[in-house]
């Protein structure tokens, strides 16, 4: 074969493997998996997506715990009252994301992601220092920019179906952790403290981000799995670091046609609790305890990608229910996260 014949061979070999890379559905893995995939040089992608999450009602490792018990059993770790007197009931989470990929070259894919959340929590306060009598219920509320992410997204080698990248990258402390609102204490008085930990918006850390991706695909049917860290990186002015988070997902789509696929993953999540306190956040409340906030989760969720015509957006649906949570508590448990992207490549 003369040399240019060879030269054009590879070029379509190439160009056809860029095809299928980018030109179905399940190229990108369920819509929760962050940095799943990788670009080739020149791309830019804009991405959008809308995550939100239901909490309700209280466990204390894998068994749940009513508010009452928790009034009157759970130990208050600032020591008087000697047990907590609020209780965290449910809590919403809805987070906005908008984020933006570029590839300097086919090794490296750079990407960046700014976040804005709102978070409500709905709380019963049980009246005086012992004993179950109701005195109120009380929200709080806060909403804001959370914590920016950067990194750098290295091609680790593509072989015929399968790829390979690493994830390095750092999520920078732009997020407010100084939130407050008005709060119903055992004591029948209204102030208006610094919120507990899972209210704060950021975690007030340069955070290091590290992983590793894995897809492949055959036919119709598409897998994947990611390991991904979050590791915190010192301590932040309020005299605390949050838990490190490590996860491990895997996943399986399958192609039902040229724009649709459908999507099964499983995501196993540790995390750590908080090292050190706020000396400001100091209520007898299990949110307040720095030793409250460790887990291990294993979610399951289902989700569909659709690719639209002209093959330049994405939609993207998913919703994750935990099949087992192990929480140091007392603690609210997860129900379901529902998330919702949109991604456009020009
Ligand atoms: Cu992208």
Not at 322 to 339: F, I, R
Request: glycine residues 10%; charged residues 15%.
């Amino acid at each position: 074969m003369p040399f240019t014949s060879k030269l054009a061979c590879l070029v379509l070999l190439l160009s056809a493997g860029i095809a299928s890379a980018d030109t179905h559905p399940d190229s990108h893995a369920p819509i929760s998996v962050m940095g799943d995939h990788t670009h080739s040089q020149g791309e830019f992608m804009l991405g959008y997506r809308a995550m939100h999450m239901s909490m309700q009602g209280n466990r204390d490792g894998t068994s749940s715990i009513s508010s009452a018990e928790i009034a009157s059993t759970a130990a208050n770790p600032f020591g008087a009252p000697p047990t907590l007197r609020v209780v965290p009931e449910d809590m919403t989470m809805t987070m906005h994301m908008v984020s933006a990929m570029y590839a300097p070259s086919d090794r490296v894919t750079l990407m960046g992601m700014l976040n804005y959340s709102t978070k409500e929590m709905d709380h019963t306060t049980f009246a005086g220092p012992s004993g179950t009598n109701v005195l109120g219920g009380f929200t709080t509320k806060t909403s804001g920019m959370g914590d920016t992410s950067i990194a750098a997204l290295i091609r680790l080698g593509d072989s015929h179906h399968s790829k390979w990248h690493a994830t390095v990258g750092l999520s920078l402390p732009t997020g407010d952790i100084e939130e407050t609102d008005d709060i119903l204490t055992p004591m029948n008085t209204r102030p208006s403290p610094r919120l507990p930990y899972p209210m704060q918006l950021g975690s007030g850390t340069y955070d290091l981000v590290t992983g590793l991706t894995y897809s492949s695909n055959a036919d119709r049917w598409g897998w994947g799995s990611q390991w991904r860290s979050l590791v915190r990186l010192g301590e932040n002015d309020e005299d605390y670091t949050l838990g490190d988070e490590h996860k491990l997902q895997g996943w399986l789509s399958y192609r039902i046609n040229a724009s649709l696929s459908l999507s099964a993953r499983l995501a196993y999540l540790d995390r750590g609790n908080i090292d050190g306190m706020d000396p400001l956040i100091n209520a007898p409340v299990q949110t307040a305890d720095p030793d409250r906030h460790g887990m291990q989760r294993l979610d399951f969720g289902l989700g569909a990608n659709v690719l639209l015509p002209g093959q330049k957006q994405r939609l993207a649906l998913e919703v994750t229910a935990p099949v087992y949570q192990k929480l140091d508590g007392p603690q609210l448990e997860t129900d379901w996260v529902l998330t919702f992207g949109w991604q456009y490549t020009p």
